[in-house]
Nanobody, 123 residues
Framework: QVQLVESGGGLVQAGGSLRLSCAGYRRTFSSYAMGWFRQALGKEREFVAAISWSGGSTYYGDPVKGRFTISRDNAKNTVYLQMNRLTSEDTAIYYC????????????????WGPGTQVTVSS
């Protein structure tokens, strides 16, 4: 089991930045691939970004490429999502996810999820 808790969400103006954090509670956190997903009101859950267990490989959904950066600090059991140049289209609940299986594109189905953190971008 991996327990995940997100933080850092809030209200920000369009064009601004936020950094989300996800703390993982498991000794073997560093062996898990980590990712971020989001779900806007009335829409399906959307892949945002993922990172390999070592942090050496990162992957991004098309809507956030060039604006968001995923990173991890295994010594702190934490993964981050730096979000820049935010727009109203980024308003959603953001979820942290983890899985022992490496990211595999659209077929990646993480087993572990955090409760989510709300990000609201005002225009």
């Amino acid at each position: 089991q991996v327990q995940l808790v997100e933080s850092g969400g809030g209200l920000v103006q369009a064009g601004g930045s936020l950094r989300l954090s996800c703390a993982g509670y498991r000794r073997t956190f560093s062996s898990y691939a980590m990712g971020w997903f989001r779900q806007a009101l009335g829409k399906e859950r959307e892949f945002v970004a993922a990172i390999s267990w070592s942090g050496g490989s990162t992957y991004y959904g098309d809507p956030v490429k060039g604006r968001f950066t995923i990173s991890r600090d295994n010594a702190k059991n934490t993964v981050y999502l730096q979000m820049n140049r935010l727009t109203s289209e980024d308003t959603a609940i953001y979820y942290c996810a983890a899985d022992a299986v490496p990211w595999s594109g659209n077929s990646w189905r993480p087993d572990y999820w955090g409760p989510g953190t709300q990000v609201t971008v005002s225009s």
